[in-house]
């Protein structure tokens, strides 16, 4: 079965850092690739999304992410975090393209100010 | 995009019991979905709600516990029944729209089973 896994569980940062969260997934076939987050009290929006051409997609708030098909790789990229970065963050993925959407397990990201 | 309303927000319930939550959309989208996102957990998908016809569940989720109901292209409800404190979860609606292919998401009902 089709699954996402995500690295870490929890990231502690200094604002400023340099973020990058990582993201793979098991499908071998044609995928869309998400980054969504969920901001504490509010609920999940997309961050970005990946379909088709261009690997490294950018996205809201100065995020980016690459997709690496040999690595079955999406990973979530930030140069300089903020403390409101601090959030949830969830990957996921669509394999096949219009099939059911699976999540990773999350990335707590915390920015101390 | 779509914006995705939920009643309640969240509820307090006592076990045994059943609970409906509502999912409106502001626009007619044919793909709606059921999540559940336990304490600390991410979202595992419950079930698919089609259009006048029934729900496509996921393993692990059967009928007789989440029956849902989609009368039209807008509004699709759940139902958790017979509810146990392992029921408290976030149940969150999802659309996904035919023009950009995104799922959006609502804002959850948070359920608290005592």
């Known amino acids: 079965a089709q699954s996402v896994s995500q690295h870490n569980h929890h990231v502690i940062l200094s604002e400023a850092a340099s973020l990058e969260l990582g993201c793979n997934y098991s499908y071998g076939g044609t995928v869309n690739l998400f980054w969504y987050v969920q901001y504490p009290g509010q609920h999940l929006q997309l961050l970005l999304k990946?379909?088709?051409?261009?690997?490294l997609v950018k996205g809201i708030k100065g995020f980016e992410a690459e997709f690496i098909k040999s690595k079955f790789s999406f990973n979530l990229r930030k140069p300089s975090v903020q403390w409101s970065d601090t959030a949830e963050y969830f990957c996921a993925v669509n394999g096949p393209p219009g099939g059911k959407l699976i999540f990773g397990q999350g990335t707590e990201l915390s920015v101390k100010p | 995009s779509a914006v995705i309303s939920q009643k309640p927000s969240r509820d307090i319930c006592q076990r045994g019991t059943s609970l409906t939550i509502q999912c409106q959309v502001d626009s007619q989208v044919t793909m709606m979905f059921w999540y559940r996102q336990q304490p600390g957990q991410s979202l595992t998908l419950i079930a698919t709600?089609?259009?006048?016809?029934?729900?496509?569940?996921e393993s692990g989720f059967v009928i007789d516990k989440f029956p849902i109901s989609r009368p039209n292209l807008t509004f699709s409800t759940l139902t958790v029944s017979n509810m146990s404190p392992e029921d408290s979860s976030i149940y969150l609606c999802?659309?996904?729209?035919?023009?950009?292919?995104?799922?959006?998401f609502g804002p959850g009902t948070r359920l608290l089973v005592l």
């Open positions: 709600a089609n259009q006048g016809s029934e729900a496509t569940y």
């Open positions: 999802s659309v996904r729209t035919g023009s950009d292919g995104v799922q959006y």
């Open positions: 990946y379909f088709s051409g261009d690997p």
